[in-house]
């Protein structure tokens, strides 16, 4: 079994567990070498709520930009009147810049 598809099964395993509703939604993750996106989504009617990504930010570190993902996705969530959500964080490690984007909207005063 190779890198990709332990991870693909690590996706499984947590999403057999994890599911979005409209009340509290799910944040899904991703994260690839240069850039980070987090979306929020509703798996009842499977759309996509909102979406973050720091692909618009060229200068700064990765952790950072993460960070700055996060307070922004956190703040629109407010908006929207979210005050849960479920964290899916798609099979990386619950640390660096996964963990970094937890922070930012743990700031804007969303509970997961």
């Known amino acids: 079994m190779n890198k990709i598809q332990k991870r693909q099964r690590r996706i499984k395993h947590i999403r057999k567990k994890i599911s979005g509703s409209d009340l509290i939604p799910r944040l899904t993750v991703f ?36 960070l700055n ?21 798609r099979g990386y490690k619950y640390h660096g810049r996964v963990k970094a984007i937890a922070d930012g909207i743990r700031e804007a005063g969303v509970i997961f």
């Open 69 to 89: 993902v996060g307070r922004e996705i956190g703040k629109k969530i407010v908006q929207n009147g979210i005050q849960k959500i479920v964290f899916d964080r």
């Open 31 to 66: 994260r690839s070498n240069k850039h980070i996106y987090a979306q929020l989504v509703n798996d009842l009617e499977h759309k996509t709520i909102l979406f973050g990504s720091d692909s618009k930010e060229v200068k700064g570190k990765k952790f950072e930009s993460a």
